[in-house]
């Protein structure tokens, strides 16, 4: 079975700009997910943050499932920020929140993973809750190479990355 994939804004910035560092590293995730048939989420969260410095016409979202924000993803959000019990001193509080409503989502839907490029907000936050056993969806990062066996569910690595 294929895991399904929430699609973080940088993720998707980064898949589209050929000149992001990260840029062929989301390809690699991009191809394998399609490859794959798993299921890909386009949050409206991330369809607002991308579309106040671009349209989100520049993304191809036939490939995509639109997932709205709805009561029931407020309601996960507002628990995940109180788990946090906020965000650290110097974090962006509004960038803040729009993560945590993205995992909210991922949580309600389902979604044991978002791609991101975002690693000091979206990944430490996620991060911090799953290493707590709070939450249980996986953020990948792109800074981290490209590695399929990220998207296992049962965790294992391939024999690759070991030798």
């Given at each position: 079975?294929?895991?399904?994939?929430?699609?973080?804004t940088?993720?998707?910035?980064?898949?589209?700009d050929?000149n992001?560092?990260?840029?062929g590293?989301?390809?690699?995730?991009?191809r394998?997910?399609?490859?794959q048939q798993?299921?890909?989420?386009?949050?409206?969260?991330?369809?607002a943050?991308?579309?106040?410095?671009?349209p989100?016409?520049?993304?191809?979202?036939?490939?995509?499932?639109?997932?709205?924000?709805?009561?029931?993803?407020?309601?996960?959000?507002?628990?995940?920020?109180?788990?946090?019990?906020?965000?650290?001193?110097?974090?962006?509080?509004?960038?803040?929140?729009?993560?945590v409503?993205?995992?909210?989502q991922?949580?309600?839907?389902?979604?044991?993973f978002?791609?991101?490029?975002?690693?000091?907000?979206?990944?430490k936050y996620?991060?911090r809750?799953?290493?707590?056993?709070?939450?249980?969806?996986?953020?990948?990062?792109?800074?981290?190479?490209?590695?399929?066996?990220?998207?296992?569910l049962d965790?294992q690595?391939?024999?690759?990355?070991?030798i």
């Open positions: 079975m294929t895991a399904s994939v929430l699609l973080d940088s993720f998707l910035i980064s898949l589209v050929r992001r560092p990260n840029h590293i989301a390809a690699q995730y991009y394998l997910l399609l490859e798993s299921p890909l989420y386009f949050s409206a969260i991330v369809a943050e991308i579309a106040i410095k671009q989100i016409t520049d993304f191809p979202l036939k490939n995509f499932r639109q997932i709205p924000f709805n009561i029931p993803h407020s309601t996960e959000a507002a628990r995940i920020w109180n788990l946090l019990g906020g965000h650290d001193n110097g974090d962006n509080r509004a960038v803040v929140k729009d993560d409503k993205i995992m909210a991922a949580l309600h839907e389902d979604i044991p978002i791609l991101t490029e975002d690693a000091s907000t979206l990944y996620c991060e809750l799953r290493v707590a056993h709070k939450l249980n969806i996986r953020a990948i990062k792109l800074a981290d190479g490209f590695d399929s066996s990220a998207l296992r965790g690595k391939d024999i690759e990355a070991y």
